[in-house]
Protein backbone atom coordinates (compact mmCIF):
# COMPACT_ATOMS: atom_id res chain seq x y z
CA UNK A 1 0.00 0.00 0.00
CA UNK A 2 1.54 3.08 -1.13
CA UNK A 3 1.90 6.00 1.67
CA UNK A 4 3.26 9.50 1.66
CA UNK A 5 5.15 10.51 5.04
CA UNK A 6 5.67 14.60 5.05
CA UNK A 7 8.86 15.87 7.33
CA UNK A 8 10.82 19.27 7.96
CA UNK A 9 8.62 21.29 8.91
CA UNK A 10 9.08 23.81 11.96
CA UNK A 11 9.33 27.28 13.07
CA UNK A 12 11.49 29.68 11.16
CA UNK A 13 12.28 33.76 11.32
CA UNK A 14 10.88 35.39 8.02
CA UNK A 15 13.22 35.90 5.24
CA UNK A 16 14.56 31.94 6.70
CA UNK A 17 14.42 28.62 4.85
CA UNK A 18 13.57 25.31 5.59
CA UNK A 19 13.56 21.82 3.51
CA UNK A 20 10.22 19.60 3.33
CA UNK A 21 10.52 15.63 2.67
CA UNK A 22 8.00 13.44 1.29
CA UNK A 23 9.00 9.78 1.39
CA UNK A 24 7.10 7.37 -0.12
CA UNK A 25 6.78 3.52 0.99
CA UNK A 26 5.22 0.97 -1.24
CA UNK A 27 5.81 2.63 -4.79
CA UNK A 28 8.12 4.30 -6.85
CA UNK A 29 7.86 8.10 -6.49
CA UNK A 30 9.88 8.70 -10.01
CA UNK A 31 6.40 7.22 -11.84
CA UNK A 32 4.00 9.47 -10.43
CA UNK A 33 3.48 13.13 -10.47
CA UNK A 34 4.00 14.94 -6.31
CA UNK A 35 2.02 17.63 -5.37
CA UNK A 36 2.92 20.33 -2.59
CA UNK A 37 -0.16 21.61 -0.87
CA UNK A 38 -0.49 23.78 2.14
CA UNK A 39 -3.72 24.44 4.13
CA UNK A 40 -3.66 27.70 6.44
CA UNK A 41 -6.23 28.30 9.40
CA UNK A 42 -9.14 29.24 7.95
CA UNK A 43 -8.30 29.10 4.48
CA UNK A 44 -9.03 25.99 1.67
CA UNK A 45 -6.17 24.13 0.81
CA UNK A 46 -4.19 25.39 -2.24
CA UNK A 47 -1.39 23.48 -4.65
CA UNK A 48 1.96 25.01 -4.11
CA UNK A 49 3.75 23.23 -6.73
CA UNK A 50 3.63 20.07 -8.57
CA UNK A 51 6.62 18.01 -9.89
CA UNK A 52 5.69 15.57 -13.00
CA UNK A 53 6.73 11.87 -13.31
CA UNK A 54 9.88 10.41 -14.96
CA UNK A 55 11.52 14.13 -14.81
CA UNK A 56 8.37 15.73 -15.72
CA UNK A 57 8.04 19.77 -15.71
CA UNK A 58 7.64 21.61 -12.42
CA UNK A 59 5.01 23.97 -11.56
CA UNK A 60 4.75 26.43 -8.60
CA UNK A 61 2.14 28.83 -8.03
CA UNK A 62 2.43 32.53 -8.24
CA UNK A 63 2.89 33.23 -4.99
CA UNK A 64 5.74 31.01 -4.23
CA UNK A 65 7.59 31.25 -7.52
CA UNK A 66 11.15 32.51 -7.27
CA UNK A 67 11.31 31.17 -3.21
CA UNK A 68 10.23 27.36 -3.48
CA UNK A 69 12.11 24.72 -5.63
CA UNK A 70 10.33 21.18 -5.87
CA UNK A 71 13.18 18.50 -6.88
CA UNK A 72 13.43 14.74 -6.80
CA UNK A 73 16.13 12.55 -4.98
CA UNK A 74 15.38 8.84 -6.93
CA UNK A 75 17.94 7.15 -4.79
CA UNK A 76 16.23 7.81 -1.95
CA UNK A 77 12.36 7.61 -3.12
CA UNK A 78 11.65 11.53 -2.23
CA UNK A 79 10.43 14.53 -3.23
CA UNK A 80 11.44 17.88 -1.71
CA UNK A 81 10.28 21.46 -1.39
CA UNK A 82 13.04 23.87 -0.91
CA UNK A 83 11.23 26.96 0.51
CA UNK A 84 13.43 30.13 0.95
CA UNK A 85 12.98 33.16 1.83
CA UNK A 86 9.67 32.48 3.97
CA UNK A 87 7.07 35.12 4.80
CA UNK A 88 4.50 34.86 7.63
CA UNK A 89 1.27 34.11 4.67
CA UNK A 90 3.81 31.05 3.98
CA UNK A 91 1.83 29.42 7.42
CA UNK A 92 0.64 26.42 7.18
CA UNK A 93 0.46 22.66 6.74
CA UNK A 94 1.85 21.08 3.81
CA UNK A 95 1.23 18.12 2.42
CA UNK A 96 2.46 16.08 -0.42
CA UNK A 97 -0.07 13.80 -2.51
CA UNK A 98 0.18 11.74 -5.64
CA UNK A 99 -1.05 11.83 -9.18
CA UNK A 100 -0.63 10.75 -12.37
CA UNK A 101 -0.09 13.45 -13.67
CA UNK A 102 0.30 17.38 -12.69
CA UNK A 103 -2.60 19.25 -14.44
CA UNK A 104 -5.28 16.72 -13.04
CA UNK A 105 -7.24 18.61 -10.32
CA UNK A 106 -6.54 18.30 -6.79
CA UNK A 107 -9.35 15.96 -5.54
CA UNK A 108 -7.40 13.28 -7.99
CA UNK A 109 -4.25 13.13 -6.02
CA UNK A 110 -4.01 10.56 -3.47
CA UNK A 111 -2.34 8.95 -1.14
CA UNK A 112 -1.98 12.34 0.81
CA UNK A 113 0.02 12.55 3.73
CA UNK A 114 -0.21 13.33 7.39
CA UNK A 115 1.05 16.98 6.81
CA UNK A 116 4.07 18.66 8.39
CA UNK A 117 3.48 22.38 10.19
CA UNK A 118 5.48 25.07 8.49
CA UNK A 119 5.25 28.65 10.79
CA UNK A 120 6.81 32.01 10.25
CA UNK A 121 6.83 34.22 12.63
CA UNK A 122 9.60 36.60 14.45
Known amino acids: QAQLVESGGGLVQPGGSLRLSCAAS????????IGWFRQAPGKERERVSCIGGSGGRTNYADSVKGRFTIYRDNAKNTVYLQMNNLQPEDTAVYYCALGAMCVIPETHFGSWGQGTQVTVSL
Open 26 to 33: GLTLDYYA
